[in-house]
Structures are given as structure tokens and as C-alpha cells.
């Protein structure tokens, strides 16, 4: 019979085993992709991965893949049977923390804290060069590849949703398309899901501040602007990124993104209309 203190065995495949608290959640640091839904996480999350992945291998190549999962086989365990509870406790944190470093996946799925919003985390990649790109592709085609993701948001810079923490962020983050000989015109884009302590009017007010102190050049175009400032806070975390052709890729829907643009088709029309001279028609 064995002893009280001996672990038995664990499985660690398949997904089961605990979860280990904070590791498939949105945090301050990472760099990755919102996608809004409608009421379908799952099918999103799907439908993201092989949409993310399908154009990643174009601009980045195929992902490769370790054989090895980074975490213990079965063999393995049944060896480790006889060892003390602590010893084996300590080799299980060690083999955890060796999965999480070799295991850099392109994308990861995690929690973002609001309902009908996942966040695909990046690993080695430039999450707005590829958002980009797909938009670009999807309003050229006019294929549609997903039916329930809404809005792909790349996140390139995330940090504390406080209005402090936000503006020290930002006044470095904004430089590389603000602080330029060249002045730019912009708009700001800002929604909160789950905070309810920072005013939009406010946030707004003061990302247009840094914006003109870094080039008083710099105008605002709600337009048409070169380009986006997107900031999303969810809970305790702000997530941002400078975008292009926000206007033209339907505020980075892939559902709208893909339909024909009727407003230009009118003003052809009425231009077509315009030239048409009116023929008189005559009964007899």
C-alpha cells in the first residue's frame, strides 16, 4: 500500500489538470488582436485562429511547431510516483514554467474580461501589419471569410486604464507617427467595456493634448484622417494602437469591409445620369 504522501498520477494532456490563475487572461504587456462577435465566442475564436494564421503564413511563413509539447509524458510521471510530495511539486513548477518558454505560439487565445470579445495573443509578429494586411485583402476581393467576427483590432501597446497611466504611456507610445517633421491628421477612437472611471470626452481631450504637443501640426479629421488612434480599456487594462485606412476598412469590420461601397456606385450613377442628355419619346 503506498503512502499517504506519495503523489499519485496525473494526466496533463488534453487540457485538463488546474488552471493556472492569470495565465489565459488579458494582461498589461502583451501585444496581440481584439475581435468583437456577435454571441458565438467559440465559433470566433475559431474562425480568428484560421483567418490570423491563413495570412500570417504569407507575410511570416509557415509557424513552427515543437514535436514536444513541453510538458511531462506518462512515463515520465509513473517514474516520478515514489518521489516526496515536495519534490515532485517543484519539478511540476519547473516543467510549467519550461512549456511556457518554449511553447511561444504564434497566437493564444485568452480571456479579455467583456462579453463577445476575445483577445488573440501575438507572439513574434506585428499585430497591425497583419490586421492590415487582411483588411487590405478582404476590401479588394470582396471574399468573406469569417460569419461571426465583427471588428479585428490590433493591440500594439497595453497599460493600466487609469487616466495617469495612460498619458505616461502614451506620450512615448505616439511618437513614432506624431513627433515627425511631417504632420498628420488623426482622430481617436475610444470605447471602455467594464470600467466605468475614465470619461471618453476626458481621455479623448488629453490624447489630443499629447498629440499637439509632440507637432502642433498634427489636426484633427474625423473624416478622413491619415490616421487612427484606437483605444480600448476592458477592466484594469487599456489597449491601443495607430492604425491606417480606418475609414476606408469600415472601422476594421470584416463583415462591412467586404460589402460593395454604394456610396461611390451612387455618385457614379448620378455622375453617369448627369452626362445622359434626356430623349423626348414620341406615340403615334
Known amino acids: 500500500m503506498k503512502s499517504t ?12 489538470g488546474k488552471r493556472w490563475r492569470g495565465s489565459r487572461e488579458l494582461e498589461v504587456g502583451m501585444q496581440g488582436v481584439l475581435i468583437t462577435c456577435n454571441m458565438n465566442e467559440r465559433k470566433c475564436t475559431s474562425e480568428a485562429f484560421n483567418l490570423l494564421s491563413e495570412y500570417a503564413d504569407v507575410l511570416y ?42 511553447q511561444q505560439r504564434r497566437f493564444q487565445a ?3 474580461g467583456a462579453n463577445n470579445v476575445i483577445f488573440i495573443k501575438t507572439h513574434n509578429l506585428e499585430s497591425d501589419k497583419l490586421v492590415h494586411h487582411i483588411l487590405s485583402d478582404l476590401h479588394t476581393t470582396k471574399k468573406k471569410k469569417s460569419r461571426v467576427i465583427l471588428r479585428m483590432l490590433p493591440v500594439t501597446g497595453t497599460c493600466k486604464a487609469f487616466q495617469e497611466d495612460m498619458l505616461k504611456f502614451l506620450s512615448t507610445f505616439l511618437e513614432p507617427w506624431f513627433k515627425t517633421p511631417n504632420a498628420a491628421s488623426y482622430q481617436i477612437v475610444f470605447k471602455a467595456r467594464n470600467s466605468s472611471h475614465n470619461k471618453r470626452e476626458d481621455i479623448i481631450k488629453a490624447i489630443a493634448g499629447l498629440v499637439g504637443k509632440l507637432n502642433p501640426k498634427n489636426k484633427v ?48 450613377l448620378t455622375k453617369t445620369n448627369k452626362k445622359c442628355k434626356p430623349v423626348s419619346m414620341f406615340v403615334f
Not at 504522501?5 to 488534453?14: M, Q
Not at 511531462?72 to 516543467?95: C, F, W
Not at 490616421?227 to 462591412?256: G, H, M, P, W
Open 61 to 102: 511563413g509557415p509557424e513552427k511547431v515543437s514535436k514536444r509539447n513541453g510538458l511531462r509524458e506518462d512515463s515520465e510521471e509513473e517514474e516520478e510516483e515514489d518521489e516526496d510530495v515536495e519534490a515532485a511539486l517543484k519539478r511540476e513548477v519547473e516543467q510549467l514554467k519550461g512549456a511556457q518558454v518554449k
Open 221 to 268: 479629421d474625423l473624416t478622413s484622417p491619415e490616421l487612427t488612434i484606437i483605444v480600448e480599456v476592458i477592466k484594469a487594462v487599456c489597449c491601443v494602437s495607430v492604425v491606417r485606412d480606418y475609414t476606408l476598412f469600415r472601422k476594421y469590420n470584416v463583415q462591412e469591409v467586404v460589402k460593395e461601397d454604394t456610396t461611390l456606385q451612387a455618385t457614379m
Open 110 to 112: 485568452l480571456e479579455s
Open 5 to 16: 504522501g506519495k503523489r499519485g498520477k496525473k494526466r496533463y494532456g488534453g487540457g485538463q
